[in-house]
């Protein structure tokens, strides 16, 4: 009876390590452990997990509607500046429908001991491409969606009427300050977004 048991532990402990060495073998091949359990099943390999569409940050977009005039806004952000004193962001749809109303945004938050200025005449200015029409193209505080004292943003809406990619461009003025000094700065924009017929 004790010779059965010895023998039935070293079968079931040989198995155990022969397991752990196939394991082993897989992750050196970088064969995912998922793929190679259903191998050994003799079953078909079950499907990777798609990659995400954009890291938060490449402009993924949500369509609101539908029929091809959805309105369409931008997800993610991406940084446009990092200074000392503020960060800047911008979130703008990469591809929108000819005739589809889209949004862009644009935020401004200054960093730690420093504050938006609102006395300052903050204006933000935006030059659309050719065949694209913004509803407003100049913007002051009294526009931005929110204003305070540590975050300024805006929205922009705009509609294509052609198909084709568009460069936006525009500026942004405004003022970081400290309780003792004020800082008036200035940042160039850009952008490009697809247009679909």
């Given amino acids: 009876m004790n010779s059965m048991r010895c023998a039935l532990s070293v079968a ?46 490449d402009g993924q977009v949500v369509a609101l509607g539908s029929g091809g005039k959805a309105k369409v806004v931008a997800v993610g952000a991406r940084t446009i500046a990092d200074t000392p004193t503020y960060k800047m962001t911008l979130a703008a749809p990469p591809k929108v429908g000819k005739g589809a109303e889209a949004t862009v945004t644009l935020e401004i938050r200054p960093k730690e001991g420093w504050k938006l200025n609102k006395e300052f005449p903050t204006k933000l200015t935006i030059v659309p491409p050719a065949g694209v029409k913004v509803k407003k193209s100049e913007q002051t505080v009294a526009d931005a969606v929110a204003f305070a004292d540590k975050s300024g943003k805006w929205s922009v809406e705009f509609q294509a009427e052609s198909p084709g990619g568009k460069d936006f461009t525009g ?15 200035k940042e160039q924009l850009a952008w490009k977004v697809a247009v679909a017929e």
């Fill in 12 to 57: 079931v402990v040989s198995s155990l390590l022969f397991a752990l060495a196939c394991k082993k073998d897989e992750a050196a091949a970088g064969t995912p452990p998922l793929a190679a359990e259903a191998a050994k099943a003799g079953e078909p390999a079950p499907a990777a997990e798609p990659e995400p569409a954009g890291a938060p940050g």
């Fill in 171 to 185: 500026t942004v003025k405004f003022a970081v300050c400290t309780e003792t000094s004020c800082d008036p700065k």
